[in-house]
């Protein structure tokens, strides 16, 4: 049971070039979610999904798209990358639908846009 | 909107000693709150959480926190600190999200460190 896994651990990006971040969880969980980290800031929702083929915005969605094709995955989307989406991101995903619910958290992606 | 602020953003500790993180909440109903822990290099781990039932929660590796509604506080603390609690540690305010699953709005993060 390898819970959420993310591809790739670590990437290089110039600006103006697009790449995919890929999300996978074996736990059978409806929910998932993106968030960005930044030093001194938290954790901040990028977007999330209640379930196969659905996607909603979170909190700072902009300049990201995502997709959720399969329920075990979910893929986090940069078109066009600018030096202010550096960041280290986390994928992470919830069985229920209630607020007390538990998220199960990826080990990230660091990403470098030069 | 729920918010949560934690106080220090670095917190040094002896070996052996209380550990005590702060965490104070801001929300117009009753809060579900969280503590993450993370660990270099890694992602989140849950250590415990409130969710209106009992005031005292107690989590994973010794670590238990208190709800305090009239100090809008829920304060992470750890009677002897171990080298292995060396961290980040966040603070969370779980949200419900439209269509079901939860937003969480952390706070900025404490970093542990316990010194020999």
């Known amino acids: 049971n390898a819970g959420v896994t993310q591809t790739p651990k670590f990437r290089v990006l110039k600006t103006g070039q697009s790449m995919t971040l890929l999300c996978a969880q074996d736990?059978?969980?409806?929910?998932m979610y993106w968030y960005r980290q930044d030093p001194g800031m938290g954790l901040r929702l990028i977007h999330y999904s209640v379930g196969e083929g659905t996607t909603a915005k979170g909190e700072v969605p902009d300049g990201y798209n995502v997709s959720r094709l399969k329920k075990q995955n979910f893929l986090l989307g940069l078109e066009s990358a600018a030096p202010s989406q550096t960041s280290v991101y986390f994928c992470?995903?919830?069985?229920?639908?209630?607020?007390?619910?538990?998220?199960?958290f990826g080990p990230g992606t660091r990403l470098t846009v030069t | 909107a729920q918010s949560v602020t934690q106080l220090g953003s670095h917190v040094s500790v002896s070996e052996g000693a209380l550990v005590l993180l702060r965490c104070n909440y801001s929300?117009?109903?009753?809060?579900?709150l969280f503590w993450y822990v993370q660990y270099p290099n890694q992602g989140l781990q849950l250590l415990l959480k409130y969710t209106s039932a009992a005031t005292l929660v107690k989590g994973i590796n010794g670590f238990e926190a208190e709800f305090k509604k009239s100090e809008t506080s829920f304060h992470l603390t750890k009677p002897s600190a171990h080298m292995s609690d060396a961290a980040e540690y966040f603070c969370?305010?779980?949200?419900?999200?439209?269509?079901?699953?939860?937003?969480?709005?952390f706070g900025t993060g404490t970093q542990l460190k316990v010194e020999l």
């Open positions: 992470a995903s919830s069985y229920s639908k209630y607020a007390t619910d538990e998220q199960y």
């Open positions: 969370a305010v779980s949200d419900g999200l439209t269509g079901g699953g939860n937003k969480l709005t």
């Open positions: 929300s117009s109903v009753p809060p579900y």
């Open positions: 736990m059978n969980h409806e929910y």
